[in-house]
């Protein structure tokens, strides 16, 4: 049956990929992922050799409507992203909804991604929560953050290893540096690691020890 499969993937250990996910990537006509060599890796370890085709940021625009046409004409396709699940701060978005548009079939495997451990060892309540993603970088920065000071549920953010101090300052003037966070990085790989405590005593910890991976920030919401 020609649908959309949405196939989240490792975002560290290998050993994260499930049974079902590996199945539809060697059933499905094509695949895409937003880096070809990154993923190529990936399909090799699990000896997947279905056709890839590059589908990212920049392209996607450009893209979707050819690749909505093949699934019409009776193709099946899976999405991955370079780690966790397509969509989620990742390029998945626009080729979804150009799908459900079409009346084309989309779903979505259960799977890997980056949030939901950070948000369980934060130790926050997670009964509500709100996920953010990246911040806005210069426009609209500042207006997000006000609004963010007032928010009473946990918080989630991603971050890159080098915007992370600058990030975290922001945090403290806006929130206040007695605020507590939990930074998870690295998650699922050897070195794996979460720094809970005061925006102001993480902000010492990782000026001292300039963090390194893929960052994940847990906010407590305003009491």
């Given at each position: 049956m020609s649908k959309l499969y949405l196939v989240p993937t490792p975002i560290?250990?290998?050993?994260?990929?499930?049974?079902?996910?590996?199945?539809?990537?060697?059933?499905?006509?094509?695949i895409l992922a937003e880096d070809t060599r990154n993923s190529g890796k990936l399909l090799k370890h699990f000896g997947i050799s279905t056709q890839m085709h590059s589908h990212h940021m920049h392209n996607e625009h450009k893209s979707v409507k050819g690749v909505v046409q093949r699934i019409q004409n009776g193709e099946?396709?899976?999405?991955?992203?370079?780690?966790?699940?397509?969509a989620i701060s990742d390029p998945g978005f626009l080729l979804t909804r150009s799908c459900i548009e079409n009346n084309i079939a989309v779903e979505c495997l259960p799977g890997a991604t980056a949030f939901v451990p950070a948000l369980v060892n934060s130790g926050f309540p997670n009964d509500r929560f709100i996920f953010e993603g990246f911040l806005p970088i210069k426009k609209?920065?500042?207006?997000?953050?006000?609004?963010?000071?007032?928010e009473t549920r946990t918080m989630i953010f991603y971050?890159?290893?080098?915007k992370l101090l600058k990030t975290l300052s922001h945090f403290s003037e806006y929130f206040g540096e007695d605020r507590t966070v939990s930074i998870s990085r690295e998650l699922t790989k050897l070195f794996e690691e979460t720094k809970r405590g005061a925006i102001s005593e993480v902000l010492s910890y990782y000026t001292n020890?300039?963090?390194k991976g893929e960052i994940v920030i847990v906010v407590a919401g305003k009491k």
């Open positions: 560290g250990n290998l050993e994260d990929m499930t049974f079902r996910a590996i199945a539809v990537l060697k059933d499905v006509d094509f099946s396709c899976a999405l991955i992203s370079d780690a966790g699940t397509p609209g920065r500042q207006t997000r953050l006000l609004q963010l000071a007032e971050e890159s290893p080098h020890k300039p963090p």
